[in-house]
């Protein structure tokens, strides 16, 4: 701290990089359910207990293959992946993945998927290092740290916006018939 900083300066910042951390966290589960068409009605950051936020997910759907349970693996690591892929180090990275890395072991033993959760944590973040996965991610991310809640067609809409397939124009269309201009 510098000494033109006070301590709830500080605080202020702090609680800015958990917020961004929890929209990037929150946005890459998002993102991957999103690709691997199990993205369910919302997504949200506002904290409650241990967790970073939630991802409502079709994860209530029962799992009827080993894609689907593969799907569910790197959906469930994605949160992590996404900071990975931000640039931090994978301890910072793991905090407050305690649920979703006991649900990704559990799938990947039951359907008995070829290697460890340490392997599948990998696997999604190449996952989310791809460009287009990058720049969703963020921009995921930036909309949720400003609203708290996304539904899942916004988040969708989000995403063709960051992967080039709506225009921005077509982007306010969608705000405007929602009613957020």
Wanted: negative net charge; hydrophobic residues 45%; charged residues 25%.
């Amino acid at each position: 701290m510098n000494h033109w900083e006070t301590s709830e300066d500080s605080a202020r910042r702090l609680l800015a990089t958990v917020g961004f951390d929890s929209a990037l966290h929150e946005a890459g589960h998002a993102v991957a359910q999103l690709r691997f068409e199990i993205l369910g009605n919302e997504v949200k950051i506002p904290p409650s207990g241990d967790t970073f936020g939630t991802v409502d997910s079709a994860s209530a759907i029962p799992v009827r293959s080993n894609d689907e349970a593969a799907a569910r693996v790197l959906a469930c690591c994605a949160g992590y992946a996404a900071l990975v892929a931000a640039g931090h180090d994978k301890v910072q990275a793991a905090m407050g993945c305690d649920s979703d890395f006991l649900e990704a072991a559990n799938l990947i033993k039951y359907w008995t998927l070829e290697g460890d959760l340490e392997t599948w944590k990998r696997k999604a973040v190449k996952l989310m290092r791809f460009p287009r996965n990058i720049a969703a991610v963020e921009l995921v991310a930036a909309h949720l740290l400003r609203q708290r809640v996304l539904d899942g067609d916004y988040v969708e809409v989000l995403v063709d916006l960051a992967d080039g397939s709506i225009s921005r124009a077509e982007f306010d269309d969608f705000l405007v018939l929602r009613g957020r201009s």
